[in-house]
Nanobody, 124 residues
Framework: QVQLVESGGGLVQAGGSLRLSCAAS????????MGWFRQGPGKEREFVAA????????EYADSVKGRFTISRDNAKNTVYLQMNSLKPDDTAVYYC?????????????????WGQGTQVTVSS
């Protein structure tokens, strides 16, 4: 399994932007479908965005469509989450997740590798 480390969280005002990064260890990153999840205060963890192995396909939760963009750089073993037009409801711990998969498809479930999370706080 890959080891995942998130970075880029912080405090931002509503309407602002942040870019999260998730660095993966190992030489098999390109074999992993990747995703971002979040868990807000008092809430269950929820899906945010996902990307396939090659980076050609993405999927988003309805709540972030048009505002967030997931991307990856397989040469750098890194997946990103660009977050624009942030809202207080986006406040959460954001987790990066990976799933080894044979097909180049987007996956929103079945992730086996998880990072430790990075806090994003959006003030109103």
């Amino acid at each position: 399994q890959v080891q995942l480390v998130e970075s880029g969280g912080g405090l931002v005002q509503a309407g602002g932007s942040l870019r999260l990064s998730c660095a993966a260890s190992g030489r098999t990153f390109s074999s992993y479908a990747m995703g971002w999840f979040r868990q807000g205060p008092g809430k269950e963890r929820e899906f945010v965005a996902a990307i396939n192995r090659s980076g050609s396909r993405t999927e988003y939760a309805d709540s972030v469509k048009g505002r967030f963009t997931i991307s990856r750089d397989n040469a750098k073993n890194t997946v990103y989450l660009q977050m624009n037009s942030l809202k207080p409801d986006d406040t959460a711990v954001y987790y990066c997740a990976g799933r080894a998969i044979s097909w180049d498809i987007v996956s929103t479930t079945g992730f086996s590798s998880w990072g430790q999370g990075t806090q994003v706080t959006v003030s109103s």
